[in-house]
């Protein structure tokens, strides 16, 4: 099984470990694009108003450009402690136990704009990229979606996607994968989509499945099994039939 995560908007700074290596992280066939990608990200941060429009950012947001500028020489830290944000932060990743970590090392990545797929403890910097940034002369799906649809067509195994639909876009999962989508239920019994809530539930949902390890959850009846046994209501979409290209959309209820 690889669970499959969005990133984050907000990211821890510093880190204890050395600079970026594009050749040691994980999925070596996307190194192509983050080589050329990168350089082009330090390029653009060095024009700070150009960056500052081109990822979207407000005044506040304004030392982000910093981050991109300093990317290939500022420390880094695994790829599930440098995000925080709603999710992030109910996976609280920096209070896994070593054998949770492992188990993630293994079985969850992390969709970065900038990086593509990451394993989960694989070190990285602080950076800002998102799945709508616009890089001159580089535009991410163009770049993304077909490396990382190869990626997880690769996986041997379930492929989980917690993302969101902005990065699904940047490389779909393939048939026979899982998108699991956050719903709440109204007072007439109507089901909703979340967003704060949305997250925080997928970051929960992530931190039960490291903290039991469970054995290979190879299909979707295994997933559904340990979902329920562990307490959180999953279960297949209203038609109860795969989606869009082949994949199974469920539906997580919010607690």
């Keep these: 099984m690889l669970l499959v995560l969005p990133p984050s908007e907000t990211k821890r700074s510093g880190g204890a470990l050395p600079p970026l290596r594009i050749d040691g992280l994980s999925y070596p066939s996307l190194e192509r694009v983050r080589a050329e990608l990168v350089p082009a ?42 995000y ?73 195994g379930l492929v989980v996607d917690l993302r969101s639909e902005g990065y699904v876009e940047l490389g779909p999962a393939p048939p026979g994968s899982v998108f699991v989508r956050v719903v709440a239920v109204d007072g007439t019994g109507r089901k909703r989509a979340l967003n704060h809530f949305n997250k925080r539930a997928k970051g929960e949902f992530t931190r039960a499945l490291l903290a039991a390890r469970p054995a290979p959850l190879d299909d979707l009846d295994a997933l559904l099994a340990w979902a329920r046994a562990a307490g959180f209501e999953l279960g297949v979409g209203a ?15 919010a607690a």
């Design 41 to 82: 990200v330090v390029e653009l941060a060095a024009d700070h108003e150009a960056a500052m429009r081109a990822l979207k950012l407000g005044p506040r947001s304004a030392a982000e450009v910093d981050h991109d500028r300093v990317l290939q020489s500022s420390p880094t830290m695994p790829a599930l402690d440098r």
């Design 84 to 156: 925080t944000g709603v999710l992030y932060d109910a996976l609280d990743a920096p209070s896994l136990d070593a054998e949770a970590r492992a188990y993630a090392g293994r079985h969850v990545a992390v969709h970065s704009a900038l990086f593509g797929l990451v394993a989960a403890l694989d070190p990285i910097p602080a950076y800002r990229l998102s799945h709508d940034s616009r890089v001159p002369e580089h535009q991410l799906k163009h770049l993304w979606r077909e490396p990382i649809a190869a990626e997880l067509a690769a996986h041997r």
């Design 239 to 253: 038609d109860g039939q795969p989606g869009h290209q082949g994949v199974h959309e469920l539906e997580l209820l």
